[in-house]
């Protein structure tokens, strides 16, 4: 499946741009910290629900999405399968505290590309978004 920006010749030197998606802010702006070090992302927005993570995946377009499992209004299993049914070529990683096979089970069934616990350091982070984002759905 084709990415969703059109390819340019520039965008080799392009940086991933990641849509951060969970309920608390301190963790919001660790995970912007951690991301914006790196020298090939950079955090275009947050949002604190699913539902807000909808509207700004329409009007961002990010890379990758990190999306945390229980937040209010709309959970991340139900934002995945709202911006996957419009975006289905979106690429999308799973980021919780819950090591829960029932958890993870219901976010591989919305679409996520993979799951990842909150309590990884910020290598094992960095390197999860870089896989996702060079993954294809299948």
Avoid: W
Wanted: aromatic fraction near 2%; hydrophobic fraction near 40%; include cysteine.
């Amino acid at each position: 499946m084709e990415d969703i920006r059109t390819a340019t010749g520039e965008e080799k030197d392009m940086k991933t741009r990641v849509l951060i998606v969970d309920d608390h802010r301190a963790f919001r702006d660790g995970l912007k910290l951690v991301i914006n070090h790196q020298t090939d992302m950079e955090v275009i927005g947050e949002a604190e629900d699913g539902e807000k993570a909808v509207a700004m995946t329409r009007e961002l377009l990010p890379d990758i999405i990190l999306m945390d499992v229980k937040m209010p209004i709309m959970d991340g299993a139900e934002a995945t399968s709202r911006i996957l049914a419009e975006m289905p070529g979106m690429k999308i990683l799973a980021l919780s505290i819950y090591d829960d096979e029932g958890f993870m089970a219901g976010m591989m069934r919305a679409g996520v590309l993979g799951y990842i616990l909150k309590g990884c350091d910020s290598e094992e982070l960095s390197d999860a978004i870089r896989r996702t984002v060079g993954s294809r759905r299948t």
